[in-house]
T-cell receptor
Framework: DGGITQSPKYLFRKEGQNVTLSCEQN?????MYWYRQDPGQGLRLIYY???????QKGDIAEGYSVSREKKESFPLTVTSAQKNPTAFYLC?????????????FGPGTRLTVT | AQSVTQPDIHITVSEGASLELRCNYS??????LFWYVQSPGQGLQLLLK??????LVQGIKGFEAEFKRSQSSFNLRKPSVHWSDAAEYFC????????????FGRGTSLIVHP
C-alpha cells in the first residue's frame, strides 16, 4: 500500500538535545512538507521541499532543520534552539503540479521535551 | 495571498442530525478547495476536493460540499451524523499558480452527542 510513514509515534527528549523525526513516502510525490500542530492553532508550516536537494523555509522554521537527499525521505531535526518544541508534528506529501495543493498526511509524531 | 476562515471553533450535534461546517476563502482566481478530517492523535485524511466542474462535490464517509463562488464558500455537509464523525475538520485552499502549498483554516472541532 502506498502512503506516508512517520516514526516514532511518540518521542521523549530532554531539553537541550537535538532530535530527528522520520518521514518516508512511497507515493512517488515530488513535494514534501512538515507541519507543527498545537492545540487551537491549526497547522503551521515548518519546511517544505519541492524537489530532491532543495527545500524552503515555511512560516516557523527557526529552531528546525531538514534534508532532502532522497525523493522518498524528508527528515526533520528539532534542534536545541527551538524554544518550545513540545508539539504534534505532521509530515505530508503531494504532487509537484502547480496549483493543486492536495496533500497526503502521515500519522504524526508527538514530541515531548522536558 | 489566499486565506481561509472557518468561523466555528466547535460544533455540537446529536447523532443522526444533519451537519454543516462553514468555510470561507479569499482568493482572486478560481481556487482549489479541500476538506480534511483529523481524528484525535492522527494525521489528516482528505474527505473531498473541488477543482472545477460540478459545484456539488461528493466525498468519502457520506460527506459532500458545495462550492459557491458568489459567497466565496465551500461548506461541508452530511445529512446524518454518526458518533464516529467526531473529529477535527480542516478546510484548505490551493491556488492556480506557483506555490504547491495550500492554506489551511484553523479547524472546526465536531462533537457528537448520543
Amino acid at each position: 500500500d502506498g502512503g506516508i510513514t512517520q516514526s516514532p509515534k511518540y518521542l521523549f527528549r530532554k531539553e537541550g538535545q537535538n532530535v530527528t523525526l522520520s518521514c518516508e513516502q512511497n507515493l512517488n510525490h515530488d513535494a514534501m512538507y512538515w507541519y507543527r500542530q498545537d492545540p487551537g492553532q491549526g497547522l503551521r508550516l515548518i519546511y517544505y521541499s519541492q524537489i530532491v536537494n532543495d527545500f524552503q523555509k515555511g512560516d516557523i522554521a527557526e529552531g528546525y532543520s531538514v534534508s532532502r537527499e532522497k525523493k522518498e525521505s524528508f527528515p526533520l531535526t528539532v534542534t536545541s534552539a527551538q524554544k518550545n518544541p513540545t508539539a504534534f508534528y505532521l509530515c505530508a506529501s503531494g504532487r509537484a503540479s502547480a496549483g493543486l495543493g492536495e496533500q497526503y498526511f502521515g500519522p504524526g509524531t508527538r514530541l515531548t521535551v522536558t | 495571498a489566499q486565506s481561509v476562515t472557518q468561523p466555528d471553533i466547535h460544533i455540537t450535534v446529536s447523532e443522526g442530525a444533519s451537519l454543516e461546517l462553514r468555510c470561507n476563502y479569499s482568493y482572486g482566481a478560481t481556487p482549489y478547495l479541500f476538506w480534511y478530517v483529523q481524528s484525535p492523535g492522527q494525521g489528516l485524511q482528505l474527505l473531498l476536493k473541488y477543482f472545477s466542474g460540478d459545484t456539488l462535490v461528493q466525498g468519502i464517509k457520506g460527506f459532500e460540499a458545495e462550492f459557491k463562488r458568489s459567497q466565496s464558500s465551500f461548506n461541508l455537509r452530511k445529512p446524518s451524523v454518526h458518533w464516529s464523525d467526531a473529529a477535527e475538520y480542516f478546510c484548505a485552499v490551493g491556488t492556480s499558480g506557483g506555490s504547491y502549498i495550500p492554506t489551511f483554516g484553523r479547524g472546526t472541532s465536531l462533537i457528537v452527542h448520543p
